[in-house]
């Protein structure tokens, strides 16, 4: 059997060789930042028996907005210690899009080792919702302080208009996920809820109920890439990225058909998703009834598990939920529970921006 | 449609945001040593190098800072401005210095204020100590120190500081 599996993206085989994340809460009140991200970097290096001095590159995802304090990104990087120095960079994005980066810069030969992590206390923010709204754009929508479930809100009405999903669907969704979530002690919302239970719930933002909702989290992943045969000398069964791709929509909520994904469709063909079966699919839907309209996109079967770690109906941490897709994925692959998976992140309002990733082991 | 209208060029969108802060446990023992009239440090288990206000790990090794250290009160004020500048707020009469303070047994500096010296005289290396305000006044904040004031003792030796400009 080859070493590597056969590319679809780039031309150098890139895999996760480890992952490690902070079990997810509601408020971590105890730590900052840096005291919350040191453990997992401990649990990382440990995993894979590597130390900071093996990195060729660093790259983070976070934002300033979530903290109200600016350049958080650099104050973490003391839970790494860079001296000697390193090359880091940073995105104002979800950490799957540090990722792309760090998978990007390790095309060239050289840069074998990266370490990719995203942080975020959701907790901090007063009103988190207002935070969130300013991810829109500054003319014509934030000033209006639209929330994200209210935004959302309308997307599961037009869902539910165009016929192509009902209530009932959403509930399941949650339900599903939370029922997953039981098996995963990182986990904050883990719990096996009836139908009934959870229709008789009120609304939120009508069509949505508190269960279609995510828990506001404080939280962190981490993750190590290594390039060619030396993935090897980290890992019995690296998790290889075969493909991977990111695609955006419009920022112009009123230009798109929210009841679909289009960037995410794209993504999934850049990424060869279909170019074999998947085990396993981990996709970043904060609200239950995107997990449906990305499914969709992705092209997924019945034959495919989605989101058996709970997704992000069971821990949203901001700036690291989608990373921790792939680190998730990556896990199973490691693991030899699964051969083949896709994973998927978002970013902006209502799925703007979708990344999508397949990973294979070679085992 | 009726009269042509001005094209719009420029809209004014206030935004204000309320956060709370988590101070993590490491700052808190810092933070909690204002409120005793002391400064409390933490020692890198790898370099040995004793950081305040500590928060948690040291930047260069990447390593826990567990080992608290109590800090004396006096230390080196390794460079400084004078400020000359009134700005909306201020509440020191210019020209006043502001200085880097090295506490004796520490390894990283802060700014601190520089008070009862004239801004003629002041220069690197000029040992100084914290005055505190009264007991009562105490708060987990640095503004628990009034200022730094020269302790006339002999300036220190540059080699003692020059890593810490």
Redesign the interface.
């Known amino acids: 059997m080859s070493k590597f599996p056969e590319l679809t993206s780039g031309s150098r085989p890139i895999a996760v060789v480890s992952f490690a994340q902070a079990k997810a809460v509601r408020a971590?009140?105890?730590?900052?930042e840096?005291?919350m991200l040191?453990p997992v970097?401990g649990e990382l290096f440990a995993k894979a028996g590597i130390t900071?001095d093996d990195l060729n590159f660093i790259c983070s995802g976070s934002t300033d907005?979530l903290?109200?304090?600016p350049f958080s990104f650099v104050?973490a990087?003391?839970?790494?210690?860079?001296?000697p120095p390193k090359p880091e960079s940073h995105v104002e994005m979800d950490a799957a899009w540090a990722l792309y980066e760090a998978w990007v810069t390790m095309q060239e030969p050289g840069k074998d080792v990266s370490l990719v992590y995203g942080f975020g206390?959701s907790?901090?923010?007063?009103?988190l919702g207002?935070?969130l709204a300013?991810q829109m754009d500054?003319?014509t929508m934030?000033?209006l302080w639209p929330d994200p479930t209210s935004v959302a809100a309308l997307q599961a009405r037009a869902l539910l208009d165009a016929g192509l999903a009902t209530e009932e669907d959403f509930a399941e969704v949650a339900a599903r996920n939370r029922r997953n979530a039981l098996k995963n002690p990182y986990a904050q919302v883990a719990r096996d809820d009836d139908l009934a239970t959870l229709m008789a719930e009120a609304y939120v933002a009508s069509p949505l109920r508190r269960h279609c909702l995510p828990p506001i989290t404080d939280g962190c992943s981490a993750l190590i890439l290594v390039a060619g045969e030396r993935a090897y000398d980290f890992s019995d069964n690296p998790a290889w990225i075969t493909g991977i791709d990111h695609r955006m929509e419009t920022h112009a909520l009123g230009a798109r058909d929210l009841t679909q994904s289009p960037s995410t469709e794209r993504a999934a063909v850049e990424a060869g998703v279909a170019k074999g079966g998947l085990d396993l699919a981990e996709i970043y839907a904060p609200y239950a009834h995107q997990e449906l309209i990305l499914a969709k996109a992705l092209g997924l079967g019945a034959d495919t598990q989605i989101n058996p770690s709970g997704g992000a109906l069971a821990a949203n941490a901001i700036m690291s939920a989608g990373l921790t897709r792939i680190g998730e994925a990556a896990t199973r692959i490691m693991s030899g529970e699964a051969k083949r998976a896709v994973a998927h992140a978002s970013a902006g309002p209502v799925l703007q921006q979708n990344l999508v990733a397949v990973l294979e082991g070679a085992r | 449609m009726s009269e042509a209208r001005e094209p719009v060029t420029m809209?004014s969108?206030p935004?204000h945001?309320?956060?709370?802060?988590?101070?993590?446990?490491?700052?808190s023992k810092t933070l909690q040593g204002y409120l005793e009239g002391k400064f409390i440090g933490q020692r890198c288990e790898v370099c040995g190098k004793v950081y305040v206000p500590s928060?948690?790990?040291?930047?260069?090794?990447?390593?826990?800072a567990r080992e608290v250290v109590e800090l004396p009160n006096t230390g080196t004020m390794t460079t400084y401005c004078v400020v000359n500048v009134p700005f909306a707020g201020q509440n020191v009469e210019i020209p006043y210095i502001c200085g880097q303070i090295l506490l004796d047994g520490s390894n990283i500096s802060f700014m601190g204020l520089i008070q009862e010296i004239p801004a003629s005289e002041v220069r690197m290396g000029m040992r100084v100590e914290a005055v505190w305000v009264p007991e009562e006044e105490l708060t987990p904040s640095l503004a628990s120190v009034r200022y730094f004031r020269p302790t006339g003792e002999p300036d220190a030796d540059y080699d003692s500081y020059k890593e810490y400009l």
């Open positions: 971590d009140i105890a730590h900052n840096v005291e040191l970097f900071k907005y903290i109200g304090g104050m990087l003391d839970a790494i210690g860079v001296w206390k907790s901090l923010a007063s009103d207002k935070v300013l500054p003319y934030a000033p | 809209l969108t935004i945001l309320d956060y709370h802060f988590v101070a993590g446990d490491s700052q928060r948690g790990s040291c930047p260069t090794d990447g390593a826990p």
